[in-house]
């Protein structure tokens, strides 16, 4: 065994965070003297530090550099010396959340096309490996684990949306860009929540009751043996739809269940080797990259918790708030990806679950400083929740980002800022000029004080929405957008689409 070890998200190939304190961390045997440097492409000293491993682990800080490549970090104990090569210093985000993070971009549009050809060796990304558990098998992944360039035949197993948002920030800015991919499919906001955090709000603590109650006198073989039977039965669903969409691709989710029956429903068994248990994977995925200096993070996630409280943005708050704790950066910008429309084909109504999650992003976008939230109104699917066409998701963080991070002109959604009520009608000030494409659904409601809302005519004036109705003669209430699934038809003059809104 190794004296000493560099976490893997420092070795050849990696991307340190530029203007920041840099933060080098490993495993080391107690007791070990260490000495680190970090030295430019042409073996000029750049940054060194020394310190004595404690309790099994080290961590170095070295202070902030300008962006470049070809760098090289020298670890020593004076005996033995590891060498890192071909080290950048550029920006790095975390991407991070549930299944539309994780899509690959050999599963995107444009994927298959792209992966051949493609190359920036400016653009480097680090896949965190999927880990439910500590097992000897999971720890030999980690040691394993290495930064990649964007080169043709790679890159195929990167998150698409992080793919298209590194591919245009990169020769925006000029300089290396990294993206350390840290996701996992239907996950809540928990899973990547440690127990500080979860245990600061109600809400949190009821997540961790409620699924340890669920847990309770179940041995880890029992967990796994229903987890087996759970995935066995989801894959065998999976194989028949398979085949019987390559016969019959045009298929709803109604219609495949009509042949072949319904498909299990999403409920993993619970357990203490579930990947799906709250502050379960901070600690096996998360905590591996911690404090590692960071630009930024990019998040899209929120469909598995938009049937599970509604309260998502107290969760969400305190998960951003965490990150920054334990990111040692209580500026660290956190970039949003609200929810696009969808409904699932074999849903008998509109479930009002998705518009009331889109409005506790938007809140958390309104309340925290230093956060964007790329709008997808005019996305998604019908029937398919995991939206193929990450090139919109990834540009749309990339703008967000100029705003947010860069302080550079961006393309942006108007968003809903005020309203005024005059002679039966409600006056709604926009932050920009709309106008109306015609095709699609108005979705604009008024209500009263009973709260009962009623589709609104609508005058648009500019950057002003003018909403009146014969049911509603004094309103005192708005929305727009309240719908897991429509085609919107409100848009900015820069081609974005109107921000959902609902204002009491």
Known sequence: MQKFQLSPLFTDGAVLCRNKEIRLFGTAETGISLHLTLTDQAGNLLAEDALTAKDGRFCFFLPPQQAQEGCTLTLTDGQDTAMYSDVAVGDVYLASGQSNMELELQNADEGKDLIPVHENPHVRYFNVPKCPRFTPEMEEANRNARWMKVAPGTAKDMSAVAYFFAMKLQPHLNIPIGIIDCYWGGTSVTCWMDEEALNRTAEGQRYMREYDKRCEGKSMEQYLAEEAAWMGSLDAWAKKADALKAVHPEYTTKELNAEIGPCPPWDPPAGTGSPYRPHGLFHTMLERVIPAALTGVLFYQGEEDSWRTTQYDILLSTYIIRLRELFRDHEL??????????????????????????????????????????????????????????????????????????????????????????????????????????????????????????????????????????????????????????????????????APFCIE
């Not at 925290?368 to 939206?387: C, K, M, S, W, Y």
């Not at 967000?400 to 006056?427: E, M, N, T």
């Not at 000029?433 to 659904?441: N, S, W």
Request: charged share 25%; with cysteine.
């Open 333 to 498: 910008p956190f970039l949003n990806v609200q929810l696009p429309m969808w409904i699932d084909g074999a849903a008998t109504e509109d479930s009002k679950l998705w518009p009331r999650l889109r409005m506790a992003q938007q809140k958390v976008y309104r309340n925290f400083r230093n956060t964007g939230l790329a709008v997808l109104l005019d996305q998604g699917e019908f029937d398919n929740i995991h939206p193929t066409n990450k090139r919109v998701v990834g540009e749309r963080l990339f703008e967000s980002a100029l705003d947010v991070i860069y302080h550079q002109p961006a393309r942006l959604s108007p968003f809903a800022i005020g309203k005024c009520q005059k002679d039966g009608k409600l006056y709604i000030s926009l932050s920009a000029p709309v106008a109306d494409r015609g095709e699609g659904d108005l979705l604009l409601e008024i209500a009263g004080e009973d709260g009962k809302f009623h589709p609104a005519d609508a005058q648009i004036n500019g950057d002003t929405l003018i909403l009146s109705s014969p049911a509603v003669p004094r309103p005192c209430m708005a929305r727009y957008a309240w719908t897991d699934y429509a085609i919107v038809r409100l848009f900015g003059e820069n081609g974005l689409p109107l």
